[in-house]
């Protein structure tokens, strides 16, 4: 039943009314002085009739100042005046006589007085009755209780622009109406927020055990970015009392990632934190801008098949990544800490202040919560506090000790001449050794410090990596002699080129943590990895060292790893061997695009050699991927560009051409721009997406985006059945909502010769 047909929807009209100016008021008590308040709440209230006494006019009054809000509150309620709300419950909790009636939204508000809800925050406690009960028998969970009840309905409202359009209840047999309704949109460019239409398997996500990390495995389109950053909303309004935005750090892939997320953050009320690439993190944590070979390159070198030894290549990418690589690391480290062990006693003149080995006792174990070089500093600083309170007992000492000599000589029998010759000596051994004791109070400390050696984080990877010998000694036992001459020759010619890759980095903040710590800003507790499945084991492991912290959330999809010959293979060993606390799910739904699409993409997944469960759409139909042929460039610009008219037509927004590689989507802008109207723009990883132009982008790039329209395309680059490939495709074929199609010489050209053909329209 929709809109005015609905027998309570002149009530929620009035209800909607009342709460939009009720939220007038507050906004207003909350920016004017109290007199013009009063005024402005009488004005605003008179001729209400409001039947529920606990939002009485009176009542509003007598709360005038109740009614301040802090800034940030009286932003959100301002943004959410004109839809305050986007469903509703009926609960009667268990032994309680009156059933409360819920108002969910982005915001709360309270009747100060009554403490009656007018709006729930969609993450409160009671409002998981919404995503995760059945009307019927529930209960829910807050602070640690449960309470039991019933919930009698579940109502869901459409308002736009303040003015309600419709109302939906859900039953036990209804569609998810509003779901659908919001799947067949058009998408914006943008990530957008899903409040109202979480689903319970989503939600379960979102609300897990704060206290703990969790790994998602979700197929393309289930929502895993999505729900990664409601889970930071839902954080946020739970730990409000303590939050400070630098509790919270978000790793996107790249700077386009980030900017593609940038304006559902604001929505859910998430501001001001952190949100950047490892690559970026890691050059924050060594304070160094530190040349890399472009993230990418070794990637396109794969695709393009143009490299020597591409498998011995992909070990060293996969050894760098690896726990063995860490335990090698670390044995390296132990040594290394020897090094910074003192040899000598510390003394002060000829006072032994400190003895070696207890000195070496607090740096190996009393401080081995500190990086290495810290212990150091926190050597030096007791040392120098120590000999701070040992100079007045140094000074007296040596005193004490001439002047009894002195006095001594004094009163000795010996003839006056050698008698003062004696006291004058003694007077100049004197003054010479508390010179000495005041010279070296003030230098010993710096002096026994400086013979212990000092060297930077470069100094001691490349000491690793490029010495054969050094790494020999920690690595012979566990690699083959062919892979330990390949490796110190392949991290040898980096080092001559005076630049590192992406792989180095897991390492270099390992040991930036290890040796010198990182600065404490950028010590954040609780971290989103998106895209997680293109990280490396010892990446996250480096990750959790140098934080401190397992509290992390990790999404990622192994079927989209791309870059799976440096990145994860197998979340089990990341819960077992890296967050052994973590709890592990899956989402196998995908909410962005149509059967018809899914079924011709799972048709690719199922070409992949590792075993993925096949991905379920949420029932929601389209036309079928379908695959132009065209026999030359031309022909395939002018095909592409009757295709993206016709879908202007249709009311499609955004459109995607998504060529294999970089080369070929240059080839296509080209193309495009010389043979074409069409408004356009290459997508290069640093950038923003143009709203309003047809977006040209490789593959890997297009990874994580979305799309109402994409279109792949073939100039002369196939995908082949490899594994890489046919991620890529994979990737590519998951990106559009509504509509797919292929253009090239053959349907080879995209492996659909492998797919069933009644899954596909061919145009020939
Ligand atoms: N419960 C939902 N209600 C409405 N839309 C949803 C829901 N869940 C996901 N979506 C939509 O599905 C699309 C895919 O979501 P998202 O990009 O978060 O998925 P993903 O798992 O990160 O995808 P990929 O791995 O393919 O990048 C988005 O448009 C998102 O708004």
């Not at 899903?194 to 979102?206: G, L, M």
């Not at 990106?735 to 292929?742: D, I, M, V």
């Given at each position: 039943m929709t809109n005015n047909e609905h027998p309570d929807f002149q009530e929620e009209v009035e209800r909607l009314e009342f709460t939009k100016k009720y939220m007038n008021v507050v906004i207003k008590a909350s920016e004017s002085n109290e007199e013009t308040f009063r005024e402005n709440l009488k004005q605003s209230l008179e001729g209400m009739d409001i039947k529920d006494s606990s939002f009485s006019y009176m009542s509003m009054l007598t709360n005038a100042n109740l009614l301040q809000r802090t800034g940030d509150e009286l932003k959100r309620l301002k943004k959410f005046e004109k839809k305050p709300y986007f469903a509703r419950i009926n609960f009667l909790q268990e032994k309680v006589d009156k059933e409360e009636v819920l108002y969910l939204g982005k915001v709360s508000l309270f009747d100060k007085e009554t403490q009656q809800p007018i709006i729930v925050d969609w993450r409160s406690p009671i409002a998981n009755l919404y995503y995760d009960g059945r009307l019927g028998d529930v209960s829910y969970e807050s602070e640690g209780d449960i309470y039991y009840g019933y919930l009698s309905l579940k109502r869901q409202f459409i308002i736009d622009e303040g003015e309600l359009e419709e109302i939906r209840d859900i039953d036990l047999t209804t569609n998810d109406e509003l779901l659908q309704m919001s799947l067949s949109e058009s998408a914006s460019n943008r990530l957008t927020e899903?409040?109202?239409?979480?689903?319970?398997?989503?939600?379960?996500?979102?609300r897990a055990d704060l206290n703990k990390p969790i790994i998602v495995q979700g197929a393309a389109g289930s929502g895993?970015?999505?729900?990664?950053?409601?889970?930071?909303?839902?954080?946020?309004?739970?730990?409000?009392d303590n939050f400070t935005p630098d509790q919270l750090m978000i790793l996107a892939p790249n700077r386009l990632f980030i900017d593609y997320i940038s304006e559902v953050l604001p929505e859910l009320g998430v501001e001001n934190i952190l949100q950047t690439t490892f690559v970026d993190y890691v050059m924050l944590c060594i304070g160094k801008k530190i040349k890399l070979t472009p993230p990418d390159e070794k990637l396109v070198h794969f695709i393009n098949q143009d490299i020597k030894h591409p498998e011995l290549v992909k070990w060293v990418s996969d050894f760098k990544g690896s726990l063995l690589f860490r335990?090698?690391?670390?044995?390296?480290?132990?040594?290394?800490?020897?090094?910074?062990l003192p040899t000598e006693d510390f003394f002060v003149s000829?006072?032994?202040?400190?003895?070696?080995?207890?000195?070496?006792?607090?740096?190996?174990?009393?401080?081995?919560?500190?990086?290495y070089y810290h212990r150091i500093d926190k050597i030096k600083r007791v040392l120098q506090n120590h000999v701070r309170t040992e100079k007045k007992r140094m000074v007296e000492k040596v005193t004490n000790f001439y002047d009894n000599k002195l006095e001594k000589a004094l009163y000795s029998k010996a003839e006056p001449e050698k008698r003062r010759r004696y006291v004058s000596k003694a007077l100049d051994k004197k003054a010479e050794a508390l010179n000495d004791i005041k010279k070296e109070v003030r230098t010993a400390v710096t002096t026994y410090i400086k013979k212990l050696p000092k060297h930077d984080l470069f100094y001691y990877y490349k000491q690793l990596v490029t010495n054969k010998e050094v790494f020999m000694k920690y690595a012979h036992d566990v690699l083959k002699p062919s892979e330990i001459d390949f490796f110190i020759e392949y991290q040898n010619r980096l080092n001559e080129k005076k630049t590192y890759e992406i792989e180095d980095l897991a390492s270099l903040l390992y040991l930036q943590g290890k040796l010198f710590g990182i600065e404490k800003h950028l010590r954040v507790k609780n971290i989103v990895v998106d895209e997680a499945q293109d990280y490396s084991y010892f990446q996250l492991y480096a990750l959790k060292t140098v934080l401190e912290t397992d509290m992390f959330t990790i999404v990622g999809d192994l079927a989209q790893g791309i870059h799976s010959y440096r990145g994860i293979k197998d979340w089990n060993i990341v819960q077992n061997e890296i967050f052994p606390r973590a709890s592990y799910k899956t989402l196998q739904k995908s909410y962005r695009t149509t059967v018809e699409i899914m079924n011709a993409a799972n048709q690719i997944l199922r070409l992949l050699p590792i075993d993925l469960p096949t991905v379920e759409p949420v029932v929601r139909h389209g036309k079928k991927p379908t695959f132009h042929k065209t026999s030359s460039e031309k022909e395939t610009v002018k095909s592409i560009e009757n295709e993206i008219n016709q879908l202007y037509k249709e009311g499609i927004k955004t459109i995607a051409l998504i060529g294999k590689?970089?080369?070929?989507c240059k080839k296509l802008t080209q193309l495009l721009k010389k043979h074409s109207e069409l408004p356009i723009q290459f997508l290069k990883e640093n950038e923003e997406i143009h709203k309003d132009e047809v977006v040209i982008v490789s593959s890997h790039l297009s990874k994580g985006l979305e799309f109402d329209a994409v279109l792949v395309c073939s100039l002369g680059a196939s995908f082949l059945e490899n594994e890489i490939d046919i991620k890529l495709l994979y990737v590519s074929m998951t990106?559009?909502?509504?509509?797919?199609?292929?253009f090239g010489k053959d349907r080879s050209n995209f492996l659909l010769d492998q797919v069933d053909s009644e899954l596909l329209e061919i145009e020939e």
């Open positions: 899903i409040v109202s239409t979480i689903q319970e398997e989503q939600n379960n996500i979102i895993k970015t999505t729900i990664a950053l409601h889970r930071i909303s839902y954080f946020i309004y739970t730990f409000a335990d090698i690391v670390d044995r390296y480290l132990n040594d290394v800490l020897k090094t910074l000829k006072f032994r202040l400190y003895s070696g080995k207890k000195l070496r006792q607090l740096i190996e174990y009393e401080y081995r919560y500190l990086p590689t970089n080369e070929e990106r559009p909502l509504h509509r797919l199609s292929f």
